[in-house]
């Protein structure tokens, strides 16, 4: 059995020690490390970036719609839920003036939604909250610390690419 199949409940809620320098990584243990913080951060910055304004999730469906319009079913499935949730996040967002519907082009039986400046600038203010977060958290650290999670977060890209 892996450490990932033994891991105890307390594996996932606390946090290790930083190993030694010599000591043997198991990919195993490292992956539930690794899966804890990258949870626990993304949940961090989160609700660091959302408030008053816009909900988690519309801030997701904002980004998705940043780069490209798309349907209510595109964005219901990326963001795996069903379709009437995604019907009550746009149309807060619509409400808010921060996407628009349209007739897609292609077929006049769908409609298509895309961010609007407003959108735009919601997004950004919450994108820049959340760095604004991190950043005085990484500002806290030793140069050496920075370097390392400098190191890390280039290995974490890599991973996420492939």
Same mark, same amino acid.
Do not use: C
């Given at each position: 059995m892996?450490?990932?199949?033994?891991?105890?409940?307390?594996?996932?809620?606390?946090?290790?020690?930083?190993?030694?320098?010599?000591?043997?990584?198991?990919?195993?243990?490292?992956?539930?490390?690794?899966?804890?913080?990258?949870?626990?951060?993304s949940?961090?910055?989160?609700?660091?970036?959302t408030?008053?304004?816009?909900?988690?999730?519309?801030?997701?469906?904002?980004?998705?719609?940043?780069?490209?319009? &798309?349907?209510?079913?595109?964005?219901?499935e990326?963001?795996?839920?069903?379709?009437?949730?995604?019907?009550?996040?746009?149309?807060?967002?619509?409400?808010?003036?921060?996407?628009?519907?349209?007739?897609?082009?292609?077929?006049?039986? &769908?409609?298509?939604i895309?961010?609007?400046?407003?959108?735009?600038?919601?997004?950004?203010?919450?994108?820049?909250?959340r760095?604004?977060?991190?950043?005085r958290?990484v500002?806290?650290?030793?140069? &050496?610390?920075?370097?390392?999670?400098?190191?890390?977060?280039?290995i974490?890209?890599?991973?996420?690419?492939?």
């Amino acid at each position: 059995m892996t450490a990932a199949n033994t891991a105890t409940p307390a594996d996932a809620t606390t946090s290790a020690s930083p190993p030694d320098a010599e000591a043997d990584i198991q990919p195993d243990a490292l992956a539930i490390d690794l899966r804890t913080a990258v949870m626990r951060t993304s949940r961090r910055l989160r609700i660091e970036a959302t408030g008053d304004v816009i909900t988690p999730g519309q801030y997701t469906v904002l980004a998705h719609l940043n780069t490209a319009s &798309q349907t209510l079913r595109e964005l219901a499935e990326r963001e795996h839920v069903q379709a009437p949730s995604m019907t009550r996040i746009v149309n807060a967002l619509t409400e808010q003036g921060f996407v628009l519907r349209q007739a897609h082009p292609g077929d006049g039986r &769908q409609v298509q939604i895309s961010i609007t400046p407003a959108g735009q600038e919601v997004l950004a203010e919450a994108r820049s909250q959340r760095t604004a977060w991190l950043a005085r958290r990484v500002a806290g650290l030793s140069e &050496q610390d920075r370097l390392v999670l400098s190191r890390a977060a280039h290995i974490m890209q890599e991973m996420s690419a492939k």
